[in-house]
């Protein structure tokens, strides 16, 4: 009881403003039968190269993945275009934290791309390894301050908010991030703006759990990526486990808010990404295909020296 005082005391001392009520625009649903797939490739697209590890691929109109590159001290954003099919080519690093500013000098990386307005937005991660937040670049120029922050006291994100996820469904931004609270458990939630740099997290949020003790992700959850597929909003996410294994697991909602956890989970399935699948970023190809890219490493570590490197699966969708 007092813990859920605190942290309603909290919320109204930083100001209603920062948090509201909604959901995304709702859905009609579709078969609740539905055969859920996943084929991997069998070898990396874009392998480590140049970086110990290269992992977080956020794809950006099917001819750009944007990722993250950690070269033994700091975490960048590279850029990869598209050479056939499956195989990306590394063209160079687009971002890195800034140690005068804010950012720090560990991180600007583990983002999300979407072309808006004529340029490409990408939210960040950036700041203190310990208690991180989220920053914004347009065209690679980047706001002056994070947008994001981490939560007031007591509350569900108040040790840092990371991996944004970002979709924008008419005038509406809406970004799936994740949050840390001071017992270090990791959950989903979401947050809207008008404008992409101010936002309004969800009163009510995390909108993902925990799994229960054995689970795939009863240890965090992270990495969201939300999309629309067979009257649903879909989330493949990353689901820690025990040692530090990394499994993809998928949920579904028809209002952006209200999940439900799908049995479905997703693992390496060779060698290069035997201990670690995670970073999901996701193609829709038509009404029952989509195509995933993921980071993928063979070390079960939960931040890096995973041995990473980026890998592409299909995902099927067939009502039974």
């Known amino acids: 009881m007092r813990a859920a005082l605190a942290v309603a005391l909290a919320l109204a001392a930083v100001g209603c403003g920062r948090y509201s009520d909604f959901t995304l625009p709702k859905l009609p649903g579709g078969s609740e039968n539905l055969r859920i797939w996943f084929q991997e490739a069998p070898a990396p697209v874009l392998p480590s190269g140049r970086w110990r590890d290269v992992l977080n691929p956020s794809s950006v109109g099917s001819t750009h993945i944007y990722y993250s ?21 590394d063209v160079g690093t687009v971002l ?29 991660v950036a700041g203190a390894r310990e208690r991180p937040k989220i920053g914004l670049a347009r065209d690679w120029k980047k706001e002056p301050q994070p947008v994001v922050e981490p939560g007031p006291y007591m ?20 970004m799936y991030y994740l949050g ?43 990495e969201p990526e939300v999309w629309q597929q067979r009257g649903y909003y879909w ?20 209002d952006g808010i209200h999940w439900s956890k ?14 670690v699948m995670c970073d999901p970023s996701v193609e829709v190809v038509d009404e029952s295909t989509a195509i995933v890219w993921f980071g993928g ?18 995902l099927r969708m067939v009502a039974q």
């Open 69 to 89: 590159g950690w070269d033994g001290k700091t975490w960048h954003t590279g850029d990869a275009v598209r050479e056939d099919a499956y195989r990306w080519k």
């Open 96 to 124: 890195s934290p800034d140690p005068r500013t804010w950012e720090g000098s560990y991180i600007a990386a583990n983002g999300s791309a979407l072309n808006a307005n004529g340029a490409v937005w990408y939210w960040y």
């Open 155 to 174: 509350s569900w994100d108040e040790y840092g908010v990371a991996d944004p996820y970002v979709i924008r469904i008419g005038s509406t931004f809406y």
């Open 180 to 222: 840390e609270d001071r017992a270090m458990r990791q959950r989903i939630g979401v947050a809207k703006s008008a404008d992409g740099a101010h936002w309004q997290k969800l009163t009510s949020n995390p909108v993902l759990e925990l799994g229960a003790p054995g689970a795939f992700d009863e240890n965090g959850l992270g």
């Open 235 to 254: 989330m493949l996410y990353t689901g820690r486990g025990a040692g530090e294994l990394r499994r993809l697991g998928i949920a579904r909602s028809t």
């Open 262 to 275: 799908m049995q479905d989970v997703f693992q390496g399935a060779y060698p290069w990404d035997s201990k």
């Open 297 to 314: 490493g063979n070390v079960a570590r939960p931040d890096e020296n995973l041995n990473g490197q980026i890998g592409m699966g299909t």
